[in-house]
């Protein structure tokens, strides 16, 4: 079975250094199953594919199997497809092939590895349980095109109609180890037959792929009793644990709009996951402009952004704070912390605290973000957490992201008088987020720039607002240590000379 991958970033042969593969060789790995080989059969400048080509041996496949029959005969076990068609036998060879892809590390590119960039995926040969349609519906919302092509049965009899196969291609410009992430679940969800027992530990693996897009995904519920082969009580505890992140999450971001029925809804669905992804993005952005590395996640809900912060090793210490002890577990258990080695998990803090009081721990920090956390504050509690956040903890760089609540006349189902959350106090319309940021930054000497996050309606404006506040000394502080190191050196220089 093969599967390659492409990419036009320029250098396109970065691509090596992203899966920690070099273009120059071949390389082989051992499987329990059989062999998987990585080459690359074209690498220039302009464009990279790295190929991956899984050699299954039938009598390893069905030496453990105990006489099961899974294709219905009695060599079943022996004589079937696996050795040709993409099923879970390939997502088990990326995972441990591209380990480190998978997870989003690249040392020698960590900030293309954070990046999103052109990519191409084609898997010639995929049993597809439900047709393309199926393979169009379920990578759809994570933000590739695809081309779903049937095979048919035999082109020699064209009558004879299409196998149950489909010729796979994905484009896309994402993260790589999102699209990777994506394959890992998605292939064997398509096949919808395991080649391996799933243990109960098959659910933490399911949440840790999937964290940051399955949550919103139309087709969770799908996704998760295939990917779990159909087992009730492991099906039911993934639901159960993607609902209470989905309670959780930045806190609660537009998920509790009236909902829509049949297909607008799943249109519906799939707005609110691209906008709570381009949100995240969009954060992450202006921390990379600010030259943060120490970053404070106020009001950090089930740890969603604290993910992607983690992800990114620019920044060299994280910290998730949030008054629910609740979230704080659950934040804890999405970045598996009693998993991570030392080195990763001194990077990042969860603390217990509330915004509205003052917190010593949070003083002295290159940046802090306050996504989608003050509109969850009664008005009368704001002017406490902005002196707790601006005028005591006074972090370099501020990044501030609320609803636009001109923006929710576009939401089906949502009245004029309807928030989009039960738990919102209030929602600003941008003249109102205006005046707050241009207050709070003349009261605590900070400067602040406002920006929008989703799509830009001409008459309401995006749905999410942003302000990025920035200290006005911070600029001189580090001026002056510039101009200290510099005579420093010119110090040490003169001495030399002497």
């Given at each position: 079975?093969?599967?390659?991958?492409t990419t036009?970033?320029?250098?396109a042969t970065?691509?090596?250094?992203?899966?920690?593969?070099h273009?120059?060789?071949?390389q082989?790995?051992d499987?329990?199953?059989?062999?998987?080989h990585?080459f690359?059969?074209?690498?220039?400048?302009a464009?990279?594919?790295a190929?991956?080509?899984v050699?299954?041996?039938?009598?390893?496949?069905?030496?453990g199997?105990k006489?099961r029959?899974p294709?219905?005969?009695?060599?079943?076990?022996?004589?079937?497809?696996r050795?040709?068609?993409?099923?879970s036998l390939?997502?088990s060879?990326?995972a441990?092939?591209?380990?480190?892809a998978?997870r989003?590390?690249?040392?020698?590119?960590?900030?293309?590895a954070?990046?999103?960039?052109?990519?191409a995926?084609?898997v010639?040969?995929?049993?597809?349980?439900?047709?393309?349609?199926?393979?169009?519906?379920i990578?759809?919302p994570l933000g590739?095109?695809?081309?779903?092509t049937?095979?048919?049965?035999?082109?020699?009899y064209?009558?004879?109609?299409?196998?149950?196969?489909?010729d796979?291609?994905?484009t896309?410009?994402l993260?790589?180890?999102?699209?990777l992430?994506h394959?890992?679940?998605?292939?064997p969800?398509?096949?919808?037959?395991?080649?391996y027992?799933v243990?109960?530990?098959?659910v933490?693996k399911?949440?840790?792929?999937?964290?940051?897009w399955?949550v919103?995904h139309?087709?969770?519920g799908?996704?998760?009793r295939?990917?779990?082969?159909?087992r009730?009580?492991?099906a039911?505890?993934a639901?159960?644990?993607?609902?209470?992140l989905?309670?959780?999450?930045e806190?609660?971001a537009?998920?509790?709009?009236e909902?829509a029925?049949?297909?607008?809804?799943?249109?519906?669905?799939?707005?609110?996951?691209?906008?709570?992804?381009?949100?995240r993005?969009a954060?992450?952005?202006?921390?990379?402009?600010s030259?943060?590395?120490r970053?404070?996640?106020?009001?950090?809900?089930?740890?969603?952004?604290?993910?992607?912060?983690?992800a990114?090793?620019?920044?060299?210490?994280?910290?998730?704070?949030?008054v629910?002890?609740?979230s704080?577990?659950?934040?804890?258990?999405?970045?598996?912390?009693?998993?991570?080695?030392?080195r990763?998990?001194?990077?990042?803090?969860?603390?217990?605290?509330?915004?509205t009081?003052?917190?010593d721990?949070?003083?002295g920090?290159?940046?802090?973000v306050l996504?989608?956390?003050?509109?969850?504050?009664?008005?009368?509690?704001?002017p406490?957490?902005?002196?707790a956040?601006?005028?005591?903890?006074?972090p370099?760089t501020?990044?501030?992201t609320?609803?636009?609540?001109?923006?929710?006349?576009?939401?089906?189902?949502?009245?004029?008088?309807?928030?989009?959350?039960?738990?919102?106090?209030?929602?600003w319309t941008r003249?109102?987020?205006?005046?707050w940021v241009?207050?709070v930054?003349?009261a605590?000497g900070?400067?602040?720039?406002?920006?929008?996050?989703?799509?830009?309606?001409?008459?309401?404006?995006?749905?999410?607002?942003?302000?990025?506040?920035?200290r006005?000394d911070?600029?001189?502080?580090?001026g002056?240590?510039?101009?200290?190191?510099?005579?420093?050196s010119n110090?040490?220089?003169?001495e030399t000379?002497?």
């Amino acid at each position: 079975m093969l599967l390659t991958l492409t990419t036009t970033h320029r250098p396109a042969t970065d691509l090596g250094h992203l899966l920690v593969k070099h273009p120059d060789r071949v390389q082989s790995f051992d499987l329990p199953a059989g062999a998987a080989h990585v080459f690359y059969p074209e690498a220039d400048e302009a464009r990279c594919t790295a190929a991956l080509l899984v050699e299954v041996d039938p009598l390893k496949l069905g030496g453990g199997r105990k006489n099961r029959a899974p294709e219905g005969f009695a060599l079943g076990q022996y004589v079937n497809d696996r050795p040709y068609a993409a099923s879970s036998l390939l997502s088990s060879a990326l995972a441990k092939v591209f380990r480190s892809a998978l997870r989003g590390e690249s040392r020698d590119r960590p900030e293309l590895a954070a990046s999103a960039i052109p990519l191409a995926v084609r898997v010639p040969v995929l049993r597809c349980r439900g047709g393309a349609d199926l393979a169009v519906r379920i990578f759809t919302p994570l933000g590739w095109t695809v081309t779903a092509t049937p095979i048919p049965l035999d082109e020699t009899y064209p009558e004879w109609g299409d196998s149950r196969y489909v010729d796979l291609t994905l484009t896309g410009t994402l993260r790589l180890a999102d699209a990777l992430n994506h394959l890992y679940v998605l292939l064997p969800v398509l096949d919808d037959a395991k080649h391996y027992w799933v243990a109960p530990d098959e659910v933490d693996k399911l949440l840790r792929a999937g964290a940051g897009w399955l949550v919103g995904h139309p087709e969770r519920g799908l996704i998760t009793r295939r990917y779990l082969a159909h087992r009730r009580a492991l099906a039911g505890e993934a639901m159960a644990r993607l609902t209470e992140l989905r309670l959780a999450d930045e806190p609660p971001a537009d998920d509790s709009i009236e909902p829509a029925t049949g297909e607008a809804a799943a249109v519906e669905d799939v707005r609110r996951a691209s906008l709570a992804v381009r949100r995240r993005e969009a954060v992450l952005a202006a921390l990379r402009d600010s030259g943060a590395s120490r970053v404070l996640d106020l009001g950090c809900g089930g740890g969603a952004l604290l993910t992607a912060l983690v992800a990114d090793r620019r920044f060299t210490e994280v910290v998730g704070v949030d008054v629910s002890d609740r979230s704080l577990g659950l934040a804890a258990r999405r970045l598996r912390l009693d998993r991570l080695p030392e080195r990763q998990r001194d990077r990042i803090r969860l603390w217990q605290s509330a915004l509205t009081y003052r917190d010593d721990r949070l003083r002295g920090y290159d940046a802090a973000v306050l996504m989608e956390v003050v509109e969850h504050l009664d008005p009368p509690r704001l002017p406490a957490l902005e002196d707790a956040v601006f005028g005591h903890a006074r972090p370099g760089t501020v990044v501030v992201t609320t609803p636009n609540v001109e923006y929710n006349v576009r939401y089906e189902g949502l009245g004029p008088d309807r928030l989009r959350h039960a738990d919102h106090r209030f929602e600003w319309t941008r003249a109102e987020f205006a005046a707050w940021v241009d207050r709070v930054a003349a009261a605590h000497g900070y400067t602040a720039v406002l920006g929008g996050v989703g799509d830009d309606d001409p008459e309401v404006g995006t749905p999410t607002q942003i302000a990025v506040l920035t200290r006005a000394d911070r600029d001189e502080s580090a001026g002056r240590r510039d101009r200290n190191d510099k005579n420093d050196s010119n110090d040490r220089k003169e001495e030399t000379n002497r």
